[in-house]
């Protein structure tokens, strides 16, 4: 047994347990749940309802870890409620938006009263007992209004209390210490340092103005109820990352892990070195199994949406209540609320149907870029955007709101010019059938013209990935150069232009082709050539199983995918009259065939975009002509 599982173990005692039984757990052990599971179920939702903790059980039935006799931990914090709540959450919101994410912000506002300690899953009604009882007995001096002052130093900011209320809120965690231990055979440790409510801690020196000034807005002298209450958290996990799920994830490998939309993943940091690159392995805090999921469909959570909230005593002047919901009404003890048919084996009553998809294949999703604004305008579209002096402006609604910036000149947009406003709502709305495709993008590569790179910036902002994949600008993915009206290699905007932009753009990465290599009117068969070896070179470098999505030109979808299908080129006249064809966003999808070593095209995952022209319109030479 490793030393961290032998030290959890060592945690649960062994001593003489309650023999107290609530109605709940009997209830369960009616229904044919094992006495120590049903106690289990009931603490991790914190003994609200049967339906809770049934559906509990039903979502861990294939959780290896559901008979491990480990215990959750337990805290005692004092929180505000009321306007000061919602002033101080404001402050959470505000603080977050201007100076980005601090250790505060991972928990609630609070008053800590007493660490994390452990309690046998038996005995938690006991802490529910003590809280009410230690509740009742100090609710008579309990201070109605606690003074506030405010304390900042370069890395932390936060209200202090007073000593007169401090000295208060020390002798009620010291008596819930007291009877926790004796009551429910724990050992709690009471704070009894300062006591205070953080804003933030752990946060960049500079910031420390801002958060000041933000943190004197804030009247701690607000309407406020204080309330003790009592924490749980998966005492195995307390030093992992917790990621919350965006989206559902279906496995395709028996070594994945099934996902819903919202759900909690617990990961350890120190076990991802040898995980493939966009990849995790983590634990799911909805059924206890762990697998393989992308690190794509997730973002980053705080650690305590994952505690369970059990009882509260509130403190108040013209209510003192202590809430406990586990005997309301809306507990079934009759069992009519499940049907459920289970035997004495919680692990073996129950099962999860697994989907039997095939296995997920690496895919390559090869996509023309939106709509182009010299497309609908002409090639002259930019004079006709052009005030007097030079600046911008929107001439039709079709032309894009604004353009990036870019050092040299604007007259460089007409040999790379942007995508139309229908050509962003094109891109985006490709992204959105993606996502509900469930189509998991991995990587995405661009050819350096401006409109693929709006293209795929906006197609990740459809599949909510804008901010989890970045860009990579591949200037060999530039179209056939003999295209070029011009005669001449455009001069794209730089990789840093385009990342001030607020393009997701990977400054990391560099091409295969450097812009320098690329020569005007190169022949057809540099052309291929050039499109064969590029795409060769993104293959090696993707190898994680997922979808590898290049925005690139109509030319792209030939160039690319036909030497990675072992196919032979097309003839030059037959080539130029098939990508005449190809619309905005058209798209080739192949997929890797491992075992036979080769890939082959299949229908692309969404459907096509298909829309008619709309002309311009001018009501006074139409409507009032004669």
Known sequence: MAVAETQLYAKVSNKHRSKSTSALLESLLA??????????????????TIEDA???????????SLDDPIPQEYALYLCPTGRLLDRLQEFWKESKRQCGKNRAHEVFPHITLCDFFTCEDQKVELLYDTLKRVGDRFSQCFPPSISLTLHASPSYLGFFIDDTHANVLKDFALAFSSEASAL????VKPCLKQFHLTLAHKFYPHHQKTLEQLAKCINPGEPCQWVAALYSRDMRFVHYQRLRALFQYKPQNIDELMINAGDFIYVDPTHQCDVSEGWVVGTSHRTGCRGFLPENYTEKAHESDTWVKHREYVFG???RSFTQTERESNVKLNGEAHNLSMSRSGTNALSIQLPQNSPLRRAVLVMRHGERVDQVFGKSWLQQCLTADGKYYRADLNFPSALPKRKDS??????DPPLSCCGIFQSRLIGEALLDQEVMVSYVYSSPALRCVQTAQHVLQ?????????????PGLFEWTKWEASKVIPNFMTVAELAEASYNIDTSYRGNFPLSSLVPSESYEDYLSRSSVVMKQIITACPSKGVILIVGHGSSLASLTRPLMGLPSRDISDFA???????????CYCEELKEENKWQMVSPPVKTLTHGANAAFNWRNTILED
Do not use: Y
């Open 410 to 415: 604007m007259k460089q947009f007409e040999n």
């Open 577 to 587: 009259q098939m990508v005449r064809k190809i619309p905005s966003l058209g798209m």
């Open 462 to 474: 459809g599949l909510k990935l804008n901010q989890k994949v970045k860009i990579r600008v591949e």
């Open 31 to 48: 229904k044919g749940f094992p006495a120590h599971t049903a106690q289990k179920a009931l603490v991790a939702t914190g003994q609200k």
């Open 184 to 187: 429910a055979d724990c050992h």
């Open 317 to 319: 002047t013209a209510s």
């Open 54 to 64: 049934a559906k509990w059980l039903h979502s861990h039935c294939n959780d290896p």
